[in-house]
């Protein structure tokens, strides 16, 4: 057993039964990235060298939906995206997720149909879900390839920082922070805000962004975007209406939110990563 894992319910499923060894390797990733010279481009890559996650929970299912096994993986673990176990002979469904973490924002996989970011913020997601079926006490390995399930929103602003704006809140209408591993789709569609950082220094031009998980694969929505001074005070606000988004797929909305100068114009956007989408709104 890797030593982060935890057996959980399996000495009292198996009550004398014979287990059989089972290893699961997470082998690639589906990624899609966005190349800003060429478009995008699509390639698999190794879970050990994707800096875009740092966690990796692995878990298998009995036919009752109850946990048989979970484990989490940290990427400071001496072994990240390599599993080792043991199971009795029965049928499971494998649930695999990666991710990104920080403190006060965990990642908590419940079942294969519920997971979710319980802080403020998530970040990239990659899921897959698979029905396995031990037969004998034979060993067995499986790999796992798994698909960016997340939508990104990026807000670039076409003016430069002014020195009062400290943060940027971004309110989406739609989607959520949960989500089904099977399908990849949000379990919820109430939308959420989230506040970030202003990184940029005064002058200078900032990007901004978030990322949640859609109803469905491609789903419009309404995003309200406003700059926040120290005390959390509004000093700019702008509600984009309709804005298309799809998973594995950056949406970018340009525009003014530092001034008011009417000569940049109004948001436009740009999206990457599956497929490049610009539209004027």
């Known amino acids: 057993m890797v030593a982060s894992c935890s057996k959980e319910s399996i000495n009292e499923v198996v009550n004398g039964e014979t287990e059989a060894p ?19 481009t699509r390639a698999t890559q190794d879970v050990a060298d994707y800096d875009g996650i740092n966690g990796i929970t692995l ?21 990240f995206g390599e599993f080792s176990l043991s199971l009795p002979m029965g049928s499971y469904t494998m649930v695999v997720v990666a991710y990104k973490i920080t403190d006060g924002n965990p990642f908590v996989l419940t079942s294969p149909t519920v997971a979710a970011y319980t802080g403020e913020h998530m970040y990239e997601t990659f899921a897959t879900t698979q029905e396995v079926n031990i037969t004998s006490t034979q060993a067995v390995d499986l790999c796992a390839t798994l698909n960016r399930i997340v939508s990104r929103l990026m807000v670039e602003s076409s003016d430069g920082r002014t020195t009062n704006v400290v943060n940027v809140r971004m309110t989406l209408s739609a989607g959520g922070k949960s989500f089904n591993p099977t399908t990849g ?11 970030v950082n202003v990184s940029a220094k005064e002058g200078a031009k900032s990007t901004s962004s978030t990322y949640f998980f859609l109803l469905t ?11 926040l001074d120290a005390e959390g005070g509004t000093l700019f606000s702008k509600t984009v209406n309709d804005v298309p988004f799809k998973r594995n797929r950056m949406t970018k909305l340009i525009g003014n939110i530092y001034t008011n100068n009417s000569l940049f114009g109004d948001f436009q956007i740009e999206t990457a990563w599956l497929s490049e989408y610009v539209g004027g709104f």
């Open 22 to 40: 089972v290893k699961v390797r997470v082998d690639d990733f589906a990624v899609s990235l966005e190349d800003e010279g060429r478009g995008e």
């Open 59 to 79: 878990a298998f299912y009995k036919g009752d939906g109850s946990e048989a096994y979970k484990c989490e993986q940290q990427r400071s673990d001496e072994i």
């Open 185 to 195: 789709l949000a379990t919820v569609n109430t939308g959420f805000a989230n506040t």
């Open 217 to 227: 694969d491609e789903q419009t929505m309404d995003v309200t975007i406003e700059t």
